[in-house]
């Protein structure tokens, strides 16, 4: 899979110290001129659905699980392997410094109707929702809120406004054109 890119947080001053590793798998779902997005109350974000791989697990198999669980998505097709992207930001725990993320990014299809989602408590707790939402809209949204930063922004919305602007620069990739018809 190709590297996009490699991001380092703003407030991150070294890569040295404790470093918690993790690889994340990512969906990037398309339909008529709109973009399936979770949005978050507590950070007042969008966030492309997909997260943690487990031990052992392989990020297809994530992404299946995550899409269900976030989206209620049913008949998830991966369609392509879009991309990788490698972040490294502090990490709020006391037994690392920072967090090393590999965001592994896949083009998907899935059906029209979304089922019911099964968010985990903390998902529900900030209020994190499934949308369907216009691609520059969403930009145009996560940018006002990295704007203001005020204290409530989460870390990850540097990465996912970065890939909202990537996927909408490659609006006409056979891939993601091709997606956005299945």
Aim: glycine share 8%; net charge negative; proline share 3%.
């Amino acid at each position: 899979m190709r590297l996009i890119a490699e991001l380092v947080h703003p407030a991150l001053t070294t890569r040295e110290g404790r470093v918690l590793r993790r690889h994340a798998a990512r969906g990037i779902v398309q339909r008529e001129g709109a973009i399936l997005l979770l949005y978050t109350e507590r950070y007042d974000d969008f966030s492309f659905p997909g997260g943690g791989v487990a031990e052992g697990e392989a990020p297809v198999a994530a992404l299946h699980r995550e899409l269900a669980e976030e989206t209620g998505a049913t008949r998830i097709r991966v369609l392509d392997a879009y991309g990788i992207v490698e972040e490294y930001r502090p990490d709020r725990s006391p037994d690392h410094d920072l967090m090393h993320m590999t965001s592994h990014f896949y083009v998907c299809a899935i059906d029209a109707t979304l089922g019911d989602a099964r968010m985990e408590s903390y998902e529900q707790a900030n209020g994190m929702r499934p949308v369907w939402v216009d691609l520059q809209a969403a930009i145009a949204h996560n940018r006002a809120v990295l704007q203001r930063a005020d204290l409530r922004m989460g870390l990850s919305i540097h990465r996912e406004t970065f890939m909202l602007e990537h996927v909408a620069a490659d609006a006409g990739s056979t891939v993601l054109q091709d997606a956005a018809g299945a």
